[in-house]
């Protein structure tokens, strides 16, 4: 009876190691192609804890059996160290660079809030020497809007405003970059299709180098109500359950195809250029994915380098998602990293870098 509950159990394993090997595809493989290894990426933090408490499970009855999670897990360190931390922050420099992002959500204005005041206070608090907003919402004219406002209270001299053409009634909707340094040109990554995501370019030049700051905003899933209450309290009736998980499925597949889409202009983009760059901004993917493997090539991430925890900057019903990302060239090295929850849905991110000495 012992041997049979065992070979269940196995089983059950071998399907754990499975999928979490699949979910380590989900970085190699372009959704367009494939787009159902994304759903395992975003299951990867959960595939890894099941893979865990099998390998423990084997290991406490003395059965090598449990080499097999553990290997696959192994097998997958970049994901993991990609997903957790556990670092130590560093001794703080006055030639510091503190670099911020933030997905403002509007600034709450279409939920009757208005938190720009709060994010001026964070953003002063943290002496940010520059500043990339995603989700950006302009209101007012010259001299009195909500660029000209974040400009003056936080002492950028520098600033890059660009408005997305949606038809939207109220404000302009967008994307900014803030800077204390001087930005010598800016440019509009295009997507195709009708989208409210984009991509925004800021060249701005830090003592003798000029460096490319591309803030980035990537499709969303655009769950409706209803996808979210099915979430949390899925209907008890079988073909209302069906019905909404296929309109749930189809809106993450339609995503994540867009989001490829997306990934491979801006990488396009990259490839044309010489420059040294940051891509900074709102991925919607979590590190184990398509658009986190592409983008992050030749990067440095600031949560992997002084993060700790597993660095959950979504805050929505996903319980442990990082989707909010700072990556920087090698040339520097981290000395800080934070994250602070305001009034979006998104923490803010913080991270102190200085060049290094050669």
Known sequence: MLAFFRRFVFAFNLVAIILLGGAYLSALVNPEEAWF?????????????????????????????????LGIILLGWNFLSASFQFKQKREKSEDAIVVTSYNVGLFG???????????????????????????????????????????NACGFKH????????????GEYGMAVFSKFPIEHTELV???????????????????????????????????KQDYKFITSPPENND??????????????SAYIKRAMQVSRIHEHIEQSRIPYFIIGDFNDPPVSYSYHVLSKGLKD?????????????IGIMPNFRIDYILYPKVFEGLDYNTYKLSSDHSMLNTMIKLKND
Request: glycine fraction near 8%.
């Open 37 to 69: 290894f994304a759903l395992l990426g975003l299951a990867y933090p959960f595939l890894l804890l099941i893979n865990i408490f099998f390998a423990l499970f084997w290991f406490f009855q003395l059965k090598i059996n449990g080499f097999f999670s």
């Open 109 to 151: 204005y279409f939920q009757s809030k208005w938190h720009v005041p709060e994010m001026i206070a964070k953003v002063n608090s943290i002496n940010s020497d520059i500043l990339c907003i995603q989700e950006f919402l302009n209101i007012g004219g010259n001299g009195v809007s909500t660029v000209d406002s974040i400009k």
């Open 159 to 170: 600033c890059y405003f660009q408005k997305l053409s949606d038809g939207r009634k109220r």
């Open 190 to 224: 295009e997507f195709d299709g009708l989208t409210g995501n984009m991509c925004v370019i800021a060249d701005i030049r830090i003592d003798t180098t000029l460096y490319r700051i591309y803030n980035v905003h990537l499709q969303s899933f655009k769950f409706k």
């Open 240 to 253: 209302e359950k069906l019905k909404q998980s296929k309109g749930l499925l189809g809106r993450m597949k």
């Open 302 to 314: 600031a949560f992997v380098e002084n993060g700790s925890g597993m660095g959950k900057t979504y």
